[in-house]
């Protein structure tokens, strides 16, 4: 029953994630998103995650999608200028994702070769899942914890930054 379930919610998640990124109604994909996130707070739940699954569906379902619906409505971008705005940085976009994929697969590649889970079966039982989390996330994972922030501050300074262009 668990293989069917994780088959289920892998298929959806990729589904419904290929399908907010084509859709031509930014709406639509943030509410596309927000299913996705239910998935994945379900997937969560079903490898015993509680802790993620509520995290994922408050933080993210709730307030992240918020905070995207928000920009979408105040930014809304009309048909006509889409094309004019984005046209030209599409080959930029491509090589700089291009390029943070590659980067990100060797740095991944180099931190997880040769490296086992200091987290044994009998460790977790001591410990609660919440525990553990802050552990590693404060600990071991502080940088990339750290940047994660960094670029959320960066996209919120983006958004207020194009709001004020088309209102001023």
């Known amino acids: 029953m668990n293989e069917i379930l994780f088959g289920y919610l892998s298929f959806a998640i ?8 084509t859709r031509k109604n930014p709406v639509h994909a943030v509410l596309l998103m927000i299913v996705m996130f239910f998935h994945l707070a379900t997937m969560y739940l079903a490898l015993g995650a509680e802790f993620l699954a ?4 408050m933080v993210y379902a709730g307030a992240i999608m918020v905070l995207f619906l928000f920009v979408v409505l ?21 090589s700089l994702a291009a390029g943070l994929l590659i980067l990100i697969l060797i740095i991944t590649d180099k931190v997880l070769t040769g490296r086992q889970g200091q987290f044994t079966q009998a460790v977790i ?33 983006g958004a207020i930054v194009l709001a004020k262009k088309r209102l001023g």
Do not use: C, D, M
Not at 74 to 88: D, Y
Not at 134 to 142: A, C, M, N
């Open 14 to 21: 990729l589904a419904l994630s290929i399908a907010a990124i």
């Open 54 to 57: 509520a995290v994922q569906i």
């Open 74 to 94: 105040v930014l809304n971008i009309r048909e006509e200028e889409k094309g004019e705005r984005f046209a030209s940085g599409w080959p930029l976009g491509i």
């Open 125 to 157: 039982l001591q410990e609660t899942h919440t525990k553990a989390i802050g552990k590693l996330l404060y600990t071991q994972y502080v940088f990339p914890f750290e940047v994660a922030s960094l670029i959320l501050l960066v996209a919120i300074v």
